[in-house]
C-alpha cells in the first residue's frame, strides 16, 4: 500500500470510530463533534477512560499498536459500565465493533468515578503482562533486539552460540512494512512453524533517522536478500518468490563493500579501490588449508591444537570422471569438491562428498592429507609442526555461482571483479552485458517492470541504455571465506534490508554440545557482556552487569520488606 491509500485507511477508520462512539462522547459530557476530529479524539478519548494522553502515541506505531488497540476497547466498554469478561472477548473478537452495539443497542451510563485498579489479582497479573510485552515489543522493534549466532561464517570475531544485541538507532530503525504479526517473534511462530505475519497489508519502507552510516568492515545485521531468489537453492531459472523484507531471514555478515566503491577480491583477500583491505584486529580471516602429513594421519599423528577445527577429506578421483561434465554435475549435487593437484591419471580433490557417491565413482581417500579450515596464525605454527610435510591454501576453480552466474567472467569464491557496488543517485550504462549485475535490483529490489527484447532494455515500458538507482547498496561478506554464504552468492544488500549494528555479546555457550548440561558446562563466561566492535581483546562487563542486577534484587527486597513492616 502506498502512502495515499494509507492515509484513505485512516480516514476510513476515523469514520468508523465516530459513528461507533459519537454517543458515548455524549454520555461522558464531550461534543459530539469530538469524536470525528483525528487524533483530537483520540485525546479526548483518553480523558474519557482516564488514561496518559500520550497513550495515542503508541497507537501510531506499527505492530505496537496492534497491541494497543484491544487495550483501548477494553477501557472504553469498562468506562461504560461493561467489566464483564464476556464484554473484554467480545470487544476482542469483533475488533472493537462490540462498540458499536453499546453505543446504539444499550443504556450505557458514563461512570465517571470508576476505579483503574484491577478487579482482581488475575485481572492486575494480565494487565502487568499486557503492559510489558508492550513495551518488550516496542524496544524490540525500534531500539534493540536479540539475535543469536547460528553458524561460523565470522568465526573468531563472533562465534556460534553467541547471543548478541542487536542496536536498530545506529543505522536509524527500520519502521515495520509488515503491520500486522505476532510480537517479538520473526517470520514463524514457536512450536507450530507457521507464518506469524499477514503478506498484506503492508507499510512503504520507511526508516528513522540513524546516528552513523555503515562504514567498511562494520559488522551488520540484515534481512537476507536472497531469501526471495529461488537460484540460491540451484534454480537457476531467476524465479521470484515474495516474502516481505522485514520478515527475510537475518542474517549478520562484515561490511567489505559500501556504496559508490568498487571491489575486488585476490586469493580470497579484498581490495577496496584498489587498496588491499585492512581488518580490525578482532577479525580473523579464515581459509580451508590442504595439510600434508608425513605420516598416515590419525588420532595419535593428527596436530592436537587443531582438533576443534573444521576439517574434511581428501580424495583421489579418476582424472578422466572428474573431467566428465555429466559427473561434475553429480557431484555438484552430492558434494562439494575442490580440485587442489592432478596428473594424467588422477585428480585430487578436497572438501566433503556423499560417501555412497565417492564409493560408486571408486574415489580414493589420501591417508596423509587433510584439509583443514585455519586462521594465518594457525597456519604459520603448523608449518612449524614436526610431522608438516607441506601446507597448501585452497584456492577455488571457477564457480557459476559466483554472482553475477556469468560463467564467461571466470569468477570464483577467491578470485573475481572488479565490482561497483550502488549508490543512490548513481548512475550506470545499462546493455545486455552489464544487465546481470544490476537486474535483480531495478526489478526486485527497486520494484521496476524490467524487459529485455534482444539486445534492448525496456524498464517501466520504455527504452533504456542507463538506470539511476534509487538507494544504497552493500557488500556483506563471511570473515570464514571458505564456510560462509555471503554477497558472494547472491550479490548486493539494499539498505532496505539492513536491520542494524551488533554491539554487545550478552550470553555465549557451545550451541552445538550434545545435551543441556553439556551445554551449561560449556558457557563461555569471558564472553558474556562484551562489546562486539573496537581493537584489541573483547572485555567483558559481566562482573559490572552481575553486580547491578544483585543491587537491584537487594534494593527491591528492602523496599518491599520495608513496605510490609510499615
Excluded at 575486488?264 to 578482532?282: A, H, T, V
Excluded at 556483506?476 to 534490508?497: E, K, M, Q, T
Excluded at 542494524?500 to 569471558?526: L, Q, Y
Aim: charged share 20%.
Amino acid at each position: 500500500m502506498t502512502f495515499t491509500e494509507w492515509f484513505i485507511f485512516f480516514i476510513a477508520i476515523q469514520i468508523v470510530h465516530f459513528l461507533g462512539t459519537w454517543k458515548l462522547y455524549v454520555k461522558a459530557g464531550r461534543k459530539a463533534w469530538e469524536a470525528a476530529v483525528p487524533i483530537y479524539n483520540g485525546i479526548v478519548l483518553m480523558s474519557i477512560i482516564k488514561r496518559p494522553k500520550w497513550w495515542i502515541i503508541l497507537l501510531f506505531i506499527p505492530v505496537v499498536n496492534l497491541l494497543m488497540f484491544p487495550v483501548i476497547w477494553i477501557e472504553t466498554i469498562r468506562s461504560f459500565g461493561f467489566k464483564k469478561k464476556t464484554d473484554s472477548l467480545l470487544v476482542i473478537f469483533t475488533l472493537g465493533l462490540y462498540i458499536f452495539y453499546i453505543n446504539y443497542g444499550t443504556d450505557a451510563v458514563y461512570n465517571k468515578d470508576r476505579s483503574l485498579k484491577p478487579q482482581s489479582e488475575l485481572g492486575e497479573w494480565v494487565s502487568s503482562i499486557a503492559f510489558a510485552i508492550i513495551a518488550a515489543t516496542l524496544v524490540h522493534t525500534y531500539f534493540m533486539q536479540p539475535f543469536t549466532i547460528p553458524t561460523s561464517s565470522l568465526e573468531k570475531t563472533l562465534l556460534v552460540g553467541d547471543y548478541l544485541f542487536v542496536s536498530k538507532f545506529h543505522y536509524g530503525a527500520r519502521v515495520p512494512s509488515t503491520v500486522i504479526a505476532a510480537p517479538m517473534v520473526h517470520d514463524s511462530l514457536p512450536l507450530t512453524g507457521t507464518a506469524s505475519y499477514l503478506k498484506q497489508p503492508q507499510l512503504p519502507y520507511t526508516r528513522l533517522p540513524g546516528i552513523q552510516k555503515i562504514k567498511n568492515n562494520d559488522i551488520v545485521c540484515f534481512n537476507w536478500p536472497a531469501d526471495t531468489l529461488a537460484l540460491m537453492w540451484g534454480d537457476k531459472s531467476g524465479k521470484f518468490t515474495y516474502k516481505p523484507v522485514d520478515k527475510k531471514t537475518n542474517y549478520v555478515k562484515r561490511c567489505v563493500g559500501i556504496a559508490g566503491d568498487s571491489i575486488e577480491m585476490k586469493d580470497g583477500y579484498f581490495y577496496i579501490n584498489g587498496k588491499k583491505n585492512s581488518l580490525p584486529d578482532r577479525a580473523k580471516l579464515q581459509f580451508y588449508y590442504t595439510y600434508e602429513s608425513k605420516k598416515p594421519i590419525s588420532q595419535n599423528t593428527y596436530p592436537k591444537f587443531l582438533l576443534d577445527k573444521e576439517r574434511t577429506g581428501v580424495y583421489k578421483i579418476l582424472t578422466e570422471y572428474w573431467q566428465n561434465p555429466k559427473v561434475q554435475s553429480a557431484i555438484k549435487e552430492n558434494g562439494n569438491l575442490t580440485k587442489i593437484a592432478s596428473d594424467s591419471l588422477y585428480t585430487e580433490v578436497a572438501g566433503g562428498v556423499n560417501p555412497d557417491f565417492a564409493r560408486r565413482l571408486k574415489m580414493l581417500s589420501v591417508d596423509n592429507k587433510i584439509n583443514i579450515n585455519l586462521t594465518e596464525e594457525e597456519a604459520i605454527r603448523l608449518k612449524t609442526y614436526p610431522l608438516t610435510k607441506s601446507l597448501t591454501k585452497i584456492i577455488h576453480d571457477a564457480d557459476n555461482a559466483i554472482f553475477p552466474h556469468v560463467k564467461e567472467l571466470g569468477w570464483s569464491q577467491d578470485n573475481f571483479g572488479p565490482i561497483y557496488i550502488p549508490e543512490a543517485g548513481a548512475t550506470v550504462k545499462l546493455d545486455v552485458k552489464s544487465l546481470p549485475f544490476y537486474e535483480q535490483i531495478i526489478k526486485n529490489y527497486e520494484n521496476n517492470d524490467l524487459q529485455v527484447v534482444g539486445n534492448n532494455i525496456f524498464i517501466n515500458g520504455e527504452k533504456v541504455d542507463s538506470y539511476t538507482f534509487k538507494q544504497d547498496y552493500f557488500y556483506l561478506i563471511g570473515d570464514n571465506r571458505h564456510n560462509s554464504l555471503d554477497a558472494r552468492y547472491w550479490g548486493y544488500v539494499p539498505f532496505d534490508h539492513v536491520l542494524g549494528k551488533p554491539v554487545m555479546v550478552w550470553f555465549s555457550w557451545d550451541a552445538n554440545a550434545t545435551s543441556f548440561g553439556e551445554k551449561i558446562k560449556s558457557i563461555r563466561w569471558n564472553r558474556m557482556f562484551t562489546t562486539v566492535g573496537g581493537d584489541g581483546e573483547p572485555v567483558s562487563y559481566r562482573y559490572l552487569v552481575f553486580a547491578l542486577i544483585a543491587i537491584y534484587i537487594g534494593y527491591s527486597f528492602y523496599k518491599g520488606k520495608k513496605k510490609k513492616t510499615n
